[in-house]
T-cell receptor, first 114, second 112 residues
Framework: DVKVTQSSRYLVKRTGEKVFLECVQDMDHENMFWYRQDPGLGLRLIYFSYDVKMKEKGDIPEGYSVSREKKERFSLILESASTNQTSMYLC?????????????FGAGSRLTVL | GENVEQHPSTLSVQEGDSAVIKCTYSDSASNYFPWYKQELGKRPQLIIDIRSNVGEKKDQRIAVTLNKTAKHFSLHITETQPEDSAVYFCAASDFGNEKLTFGTGTRLTIIP
């Protein structure tokens, strides 16, 4: 199974700061996803990437951008963090060999914006 | 795009009883419906899934049913145990398209 690593588990940032959230996979999979998790709202797709330098907006892309310079790494960028971006961010990668749609999630990055 | 609604948002069940969580979807092109379980402090993990060419699938104490005509699918957990306490998410997609649309989640609490 693919291993998905999110390097930052907890971050506290100030309004207006630029924030980078990184996600690394070890299986060379084309597709990678960033979801945001909020109580009562479930998991909402922010952006996804289907190959190096290729990206597509999800359902809630406003206020976010992404970068995929290497296949194993997918970064979520908050250009100017705001308090309403306080949330849990989950990276996901399809699990190779178990069905195309089965997602393996990272441990999550809990971001607090003050 | 796809919209998935999930009910109830919270559910408390006596240990040993059954629990049912229901979801509806909007896009008739969706044909893959997984369920994820997220225990406290952990990442979501797939517990069962169903494709639209079958109406029901079982795996020990859990089962999923699908009604394509009504565009709804349900998770059934029988003989509930304390370790079933978690948040459960349903999702939908077009199989082959790895982008999942998730429901809003159900917090299931098993009362000992």
């Amino acid at each position: 199974d693919v291993k998905v690593t999110q390097s930052s588990r907890y971050l506290v940032k100030r309004t207006g700061e630029k924030v980078f959230l990184e996600c690394v996979q070890d299986m060379d999979h084309e597709n990678m996803f960033w979801y945001r998790q909020d109580p009562g709202l479930g998991l909402r797709l922010i952006y996804f990437s289907y190959d190096v330098k290729m990206k597509e907006k999800g359902d809630i892309p406003e206020g976010y951008s992404v970068s995929r310079e290497k296949k194993e790494r997918f970064s979520l960028i908050l250009e100017s963090a705001s308090t309403n971006q306080t949330s849990m961010y989950l990276c996901a990668v399809p699990s190779t060999g178990t069905g195309a749609n089965v997602l393996t999630f990272g441990a999550g990055s809990r971001l607090t914006v003050l | 795009g796809e919209n998935v609604e999930q009910h109830p948002s919270t559910l408390s069940v006596q240990e040993g009883d059954s629990a049912v969580i229901k979801c509806t979807y909007s896009d008739s092109a969706s044909n893959y419906f997984p369920w994820y379980k997220q225990e406290l402090g952990k990442r979501p993990q797939l517990i069962i899934d169903i494709r639209s060419n079958v109406g029901e699938k079982k795996d020990q104490r859990i089962a999923v049913t699908l009604n394509k005509t009504a565009k709804h699918f349900s998770l059934h957990i029988t003989e509930t145990q304390p370790e079933d306490s978690a948040v459960y998410f349903c999702a939908a997609s077009d199989f082959g398209n790895e982008k999942l649309t998730f429901g809003t989640g159900t917090r299931l609490t098993i009362i000992p």
